[in-house]
Nanobody
Framework: QVQLVESGGGLVQAADSVRLSCTFSGGTFSSYAMGWFRQAPGKERDFVAG????????QYADSVKGRFTISRDNAKNTVYLQMNSLNPEDTAVYFC??????????????WGQGTQVTVSS
């Protein structure tokens, strides 16, 4: 059974940077496209970024383009989300997800438990 475990969240100041990590187990990591989603209090879960199995294809939500970077290390079964120039509107629980391919990246098969990122002004 595929398991995803996020780490790296916490409380940061506006304009700070944070890197989230997600470790994959229970399957073949390089067979999956990986994504990050976030859910702010009282709001729906939104797509943030996605990366193809090879790392050659990436997608970003308009709200994070130019500030966030998704990457992966297939040797370490890990996907990352580098978040720069954070602002309070980025405060949310961030979820890692795995999908069979980039076509389905916004409807992933597997989810992590989430990690909280709080940005104070």
């Amino acid at each position: 059974q595929v398991q995803l475990v996020e780490s790296g969240g916490g409380l940061v100041q506006a304009a700070d940077s944070v890197r989230l990590s997600c470790t994959f187990s229970g399957g073949t990591f390089s067979s999956y496209a990986m994504g990050w989603f976030r859910q702010a209090p009282g709001k729906e879960r939104d797509f943030v970024a996605g990366i193809s199995w090879s790392g050659g294809g990436r997608q970003y939500a308009d709200s994070v383009k130019g500030r966030f970077t998704i990457s992966r290390d297939n040797a370490k079964n890990t996907v990352y989300l580098q978040m720069n120039s954070l602002n309070p509107e980025d405060t949310a629980v961030y979820f890692c997800a795995a999908a069979p391919n980039m076509v389905h990246i916004k409807s992933p098969t597997y989810w992590g438990q989430g990690t909280q990122v709080t940005v104070s002004s």
